[in-house]
C-alpha cells in the first residue's frame, strides 16, 4: 500500500497542477470574453439528464457574438443539422463576480432572432469544470449544460445551422 501510495502522489500533484493551469486559462478566456463551454451533459426542466457529445453541445461566447447549441441526439438530424437546436445572438450585460468560496461567476443575456434568454455560469474553482443554466424569457424551459470551459481559440465545437 505504501509503495502504491508513493508512486500515485507525484500524479495527484501533476494532475492538481494541469487542473490549476486550466482554471487560470479558462479565467483568463472568461476575462478576454472570448470562451465556450463545451458540454458533456445536459439537464432539461423535468430533471432528465442526458450524457451528450461536447463537440455539438455548447455555449460560445466571442466578443459580443454568443451561440447557444444543444443537440442531444445523435438519430434525429433537428432543424440545425446536427441533432438539436442552434441560436445565436448579441451578448450584453455580462458581469462576472466571484463568490468567497472562490466560484466565478459570469451573468450574461443572449438576444437574437432564436434567443432571449440569461444565462448564468459557474466556475468552479482549481478546474475548468463549469455549469451553466440557460433560462429563456419567452418560456420556463430551463436547461443546465455542465462541462470544461475552454478558450475559445482551443474550442473543438461544431456549429450546426442557425435559426
Known amino acids: 500500500m505504501k509503495e502504491f501510495q508513493q508512486r500515485s502522489e507525484p500524479e495527484r ?6 487542473d490549476t493551469l486550466l482554471w487560470q486559462q ?8 472570448s470562451f465556450v463551454i463545451e458540454a458533456d451533459a445536459v439537464t432539461f426542466r423535468n430533471g ?7 463537440t455539438t453541445n455548447f455555449i460560445s461566447v466571442n466578443g459580443d457574438r454568443g451561440v447557444v447549441q444543444i443537440s ?3 438519430f434525429f438530424s433537428g432543424p440545425n443539422g446536427v441533432g438539436g437546436i442552434t441560436v445565436d445572438g448579441t451578448v450584453s450585460g455580462l458581469d462576472v463576480g466571484v463568490d468567497k468560496k472562490g466560484v466565478t461567476h459570469v451573468h450574461m443575456s443572449i438576444t437574437g432572432i432564436g434567443i432571449s434568454a440569461q444565462i448564468d455560469i459557474s466556475l ?4 475548468n469544470d463549469a455549469y451553466a443554466v440557460v433560462s429563456p424569457n419567452f418560456n420556463s424551459q430551463t436547461i443546465r449544460l455542465e462541462g470544461k470551459i475552454v478558450p475559445y481559440e482551443q474550442s473543438r465545437t461544431y456549429e450546426g445551422m442557425s435559426l
Open 124 to 127: 468552479y474553482p482549481g478546474s
Open 13 to 18: 500533484n501533476a494532475a492538481a497542477a494541469v
Open 72 to 74: 442531444p441526439s445523435t
Open 48 to 54: 432528465s439528464r442526458v450524457y451528450v457529445n461536447s
Open 26 to 33: 479558462a479565467g483568463t478566456a472568461i476575462g478576454k470574453n
